[in-house]
């Protein structure tokens, strides 16, 4: 049985749940350092994924519409339970607004209580790329060095980032159909410690990269890796199709490919496998991490992490910024629940409060 998490409230505050916004999560990022976030977070993905059969594991409960989709995502280890609301809409950015947008809630088993909400905004992001980097560590050529980043978008940077923090590159070659996307990118990443190339295509982008990462958004069967553009030995991190209808590889790359995923059923619903039979064999990261099956089987083998996200990395990333705020405070106390003198007399609280509450 997994230990259950400490309230880092006062206990005679249960009315009271540690809040992180998106202000204190950027100081708590920015206090402990983008890339050691990553490199941590990642640990923490790696622990719990070690531990698979601990966690009640469901698709994630999607809702589609024309323009996108809003999800939940649950899983429980026993003790803590966790769940992290999320929309994927390709067209907000026209209109100023987040592709994506999170928000996260972590629980205690034992009284139902929340122990912390937080934005999931930023954290999705940190967490997708520290799980993408964490799958390469596993996957990929060992001496890869170049990444191409097709997809400059929000998730852009953290997957950079995490690639170099986790595995060593130090050079990039950005594609994106929006040259201002491009340039944002290569803005944000100028003086990080890497050499960039900024391609007017996804075929010159991939040139002498021994890592792809597709981070595209756009609701549809796109093909943004064809098979032509995938030489022998390289390892793909496939990010961006991560609905029904939304993928980015060609069928072709995917029949080149060892695959694997996150958790099956949901991966067979939601990323490039959706093309294939769904007996098609892939290989959940969990037993590659385990040593129960093997990563990368010879230097000739293409490698793809068909990556859609999956509720245990939120769990992760809930169950680590808990953690990091003992040593960094960056919550405020958000009064989420009623807590009346008597735990029955909830309507006699709603009354009494007639006299302070000026109504
Ligand atoms: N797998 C996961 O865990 C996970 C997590 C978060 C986001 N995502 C997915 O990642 C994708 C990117 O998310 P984001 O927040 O960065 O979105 P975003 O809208 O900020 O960026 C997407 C970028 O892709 C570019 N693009 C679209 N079509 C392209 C094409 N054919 N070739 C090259 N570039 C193209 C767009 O111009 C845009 O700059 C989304 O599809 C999202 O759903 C997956």
Redesign the pocket.
């Known amino acids: 049985m997994p230990e259950p998490l400490m309230n880092i409230q006062r206990p005679e505050k249960l009315n009271l749940v540690p809040f992180v916004s998106v202000d204190n999560m950027m100081k708590l990022v920015l206090s402990v350092g983008v890339e050691r976030f990553m490199v941590e977070l990642a640990g923490f993905v790696e622990e719990d994924f070690a531990r698979w059969e601990h966690f009640d594991k469901v698709p994630r409960i999607a809702a589609h519409s024309a323009e996108g989709v809003i999800e939940l995502m649950p899983t429980s280890d026993e003790a803590t339970y966790g769940f992290k609301y999320v929309n ?1 809409h ?1 067209k907000n ?1 026209r209109s100023g607004r ?3 947008t999170a928000f996260g809630v972590l629980s205690s088993v034992d009284t139902g209580y929340p122990l912390l909400l937080s934005e999931m905004t930023i954290l ?2 940190l967490r ?1 790329a520290a ?1 993408s980097a964490l799958a390469a560590k596993y996957l990929a050529p060992a001496a890869a060095r170049t990444m191409a980043l ?7 940077e953290f997957q950079a980032l995490a690639f170099k923090a986790l595995l060593g590159i130090d050079s990039l070659r950005l ?4 040259r201002n ?1 491009t340039e944002k990118c290569r803005r944000n990443l100028a003086g990080k410690g890497f050499e960039i190339a900024t391609c007017r295509s ?1 075929e010159e982008a991939v040139e002498g990269a021994g890592i792809v990462t597709t ?4 609701k549809q069967y ?1 093909t ?1 890796l064809t098979d032509n553009m995938v030489g022998s030995g390289i390892h793909i991190n496939a ?2 199709g ?1 609905c029904p209808g ?1 993928t980015e590889l060609q069928k072709a790359v995917l029949l080149r490919s060892g695959i694997f995923v996150e958790h099956t059923p949901q991966t067979r619903i939601e990323g490039e496998i959706q093309q294939l039979p769904a007996d098609h064999p892939v290989t959940e990261l969990w037993e590659v991490i385990t040593g129960r099956r093997e990563g990368r089987t010879g230097s000739d083998q293409i490698t793809l992490f068909d ?3 999956f509720a245990i990395e939120d769990f992760s990333a809930l169950r680590f910024v808990h953690e990091k705020l003992k040593d960094f405070p960056c919550y405020d106390e958000l009064d989420l629940l009623a807590d009346p003198d008597d735990p029955r007399d909830l309507f006699g609280m709603v009354m009494r409060a007639q006299a302070t509450a000026g109504v």
């Open positions: 994927g390709p950015t987040q592709t994506v999705t992001a997708t799980t097709i997809g400059n978008g929000a998730q852009s594609y994106d159909i929006d996307a996804t981070v595209t958004a756009d796109a943004i990010v961006g991560d939304k990556s859609v996200g």
